[in-house]
């Protein structure tokens, strides 16, 4: 891996962006693989909604925006409900499917969910759930100051050392 | 920063633009009107409408009236134009039957398609839009030139897109204020 990137400590959602953006590492390095079946669906239907106004667009500066001709006009009516429609796919995706779901993974079939959340941009603590298989969910928080250096690195070790208890943790809790 | 992080974050750009082009679109399809939103660029309708405001059209009646103010466009020129309906007339249609009855001299009528030709004018100008209509043109055809039929405004708010398209400093200055804005920006 690349060397870390210097944070800005007075910046509450820069340290959560950089936890989150470390998770996929931290657990591969905990011999976790990552499954990327919620972000795929949000990059499918994201796309696709691109892909139709792109082509709208494309449309109108070839053949002219001339509502009067029907085919045109049912495209139009077609592309921009197609559109919308999915957009609230994604919306309700967010809402009740990912959440703050930040990392899903595999270990030995047993799959691990991990949300991370800060409750507000002034309070540098970072809140975190772990799900191992069928366990409840376990909640753990830790401040960013124990995560990071003085001058804004993140202290990967500190960092793979949290999860890697939490996860121990709730796997035994779980079946 | 793996693929699929730089693909959300590409998405999510692409997104505000897609929104934005699709929610115009959208409005574009409800009101009939293939630019439902203008900005008015001349004063040639004071008192009435002033340079800079933003009127809303409505597209889906059949035929507009005297007195109303239309949006319309003259082939092969770009910039449309905002001004009242002075005259109209509706125009019917003859049938071209090669059979007319004998004791009828009436022409025989189609029911359906009637054209409504309008005479425009702007509210501050001496005359009628007459020379402004393109060459040999003397009417505006309400399906073919009209965009829509003014319904309401905001004043003054569209002075913003005038001072873009005619003021180089401006466009300058405000494209420097936005770089700026990114460059302090806190990521």
Same mark, same amino acid.
């Given at each position: 891996?690349?060397?870390?990137?210097?944070?800005n400590?007075s910046?509450?959602?820069?340290?959560?962006?950089?936890c989150?953006?470390t998770?996929p590492?931290?657990?591969?390095?905990?011999?976790?693989t990552?499954? !990327?079946?919620?972000?795929?669906?949000?990059?499918a239907l994201?796309?696709?909604?691109?892909a139709?106004a792109?082509?709208? &667009?494309y449309?109108?500066?070839? !053949?002219?925006?001339?509502?009067?001709?029907? !085919?045109?006009? &049912?495209?139009l009516?077609?592309?921009?409900t197609?559109?919308f429609?999915?957009?609230g796919l994604?919306?309700?995706?967010?809402?009740y499917?990912?959440k703050?779901?930040?990392y899903?993974?595999?270990n030995k079939d047993?799959?691990?969910?991990i949300?991370?959340?800060?409750k507000?941009?002034?309070?540098?603590? &970072?809140?975190v759930?772990?799900k191992?298989?069928?366990?409840?969910?376990?909640k753990d928080?830790?401040s !960013?100051s124990?995560l990071?250096?003085?001058?804004?690195?993140l202290?990967?070790?500190? &960092?793979?050392?949290?999860?890697k208890?939490?996860?121990?943790?709730?796997?035994?809790?779980?079946? | 920063?793996n693929l699929?992080?730089q693909?959300?974050?590409?998405?999510?750009?692409a997104?505000?633009?897609?929104?934005?082009?699709m929610?115009?679109?959208g409005?574009?399809?409800?009101?009939?009107?293939?630019?439902?939103?203008?900005?008015?660029?001349?004063?040639?309708?004071?008192?009435?409408?002033?340079?800079?405001?933003?009127l809303?059209?409505?597209?889906?009646?059949?035929?507009?009236?005297v007195?109303?103010?239309?949006?319309?466009n003259?082939?092969e020129k770009?910039?449309?134009?905002v001004?009242?309906?002075?005259?109209?007339?509706?125009?019917i249609?003859?049938v071209?039957?090669?059979?007319?009855?004998?004791r009828?001299?009436?022409?025989?009528?189609?029911?359906?398609?009637v054209r409504?030709?309008?005479?425009?004018?702007?509210?501050?100008?001496?005359?009628?839009?007459?020379?402004?209509y393109?060459y040999g043109?003397t009417?505006?055809?309400?399906e073919?030139d009209i965009?829509?039929?003014?319904?309401?405004?905001?004043?003054?708010?569209?002075?913003?897109t005038?001072?873009i398209?005619?003021?180089?400093?401006f466009?300058?200055?405000l494209l420097g204020?936005l770089?700026l804005?990114?460059?302090?920006?806190?990521?």
């Open positions: 891996m690349g060397e870390r990137k210097k944070v400590l910046s509450v959602v820069a340290l959560r962006t950089e989150d953006e998770l590492q931290a657990l591969a390095s905990l011999k976790y990552e499954s !990327f079946t919620v972000v795929d669906t949000r990059l994201g796309l696709l909604s691109v139709i792109g082509g709208l &667009y449309y109108e500066k070839k !053949f002219g925006d001339d509502l009067k001709d029907l !085919f045109y006009y &049912y495209l009516l077609g592309g921009v197609t559109f429609v999915l957009n994604l919306y309700l995706h967010a809402q499917v990912q703050n779901t930040k899903v993974g595999y047993k799959k691990v969910v949300g991370t959340s800060t507000n941009a002034t309070t540098p603590v &970072y809140d759930e772990f191992v298989g069928d366990s409840p969910v376990a928080s830790i !960013f124990e990071f250096t003085e001058d804004g690195y202290k990967l070790d500190s &960092y793979i050392g949290f999860i208890k939490n996860l121990e943790k709730v796997s035994k809790k779980s079946t | 920063m699929r992080q693909l959300i974050q590409g998405l999510n750009i997104m505000v633009v897609c929104s934005a082009f929610f115009w679109k409005l574009a399809l409800v009101t009939g009107s293939s630019s439902p939103i203008v900005v008015v660029l001349s004063g040639s309708m004071e008192p009435a409408f002033q340079r800079g405001d933003i809303f059209l409505w597209n889906r009646n059949q035929y507009v009236d007195g109303d103010i239309v949006v319309y003259i082939k770009e910039i449309p134009i001004h009242r309906v002075m005259r109209e007339h509706k125009v249609p003859e071209k039957t090669k059979k007319r009855s004998a009828s001299k009436k022409p025989v009528h189609e029911p359906g398609k409504q030709l309008l005479l425009t004018k702007g509210d501050n100008n001496p005359t009628d839009d007459l020379p402004l393109a043109q009417y505006l055809d309400r073919d965009v829509g039929k003014v319904m309401g405004y905001i004043p003054k708010l569209g002075y913003v005038i001072l398209t005619e003021n180089v400093y466009k300058y200055a204020l770089g804005s990114t460059l302090l920006q806190k990521e």
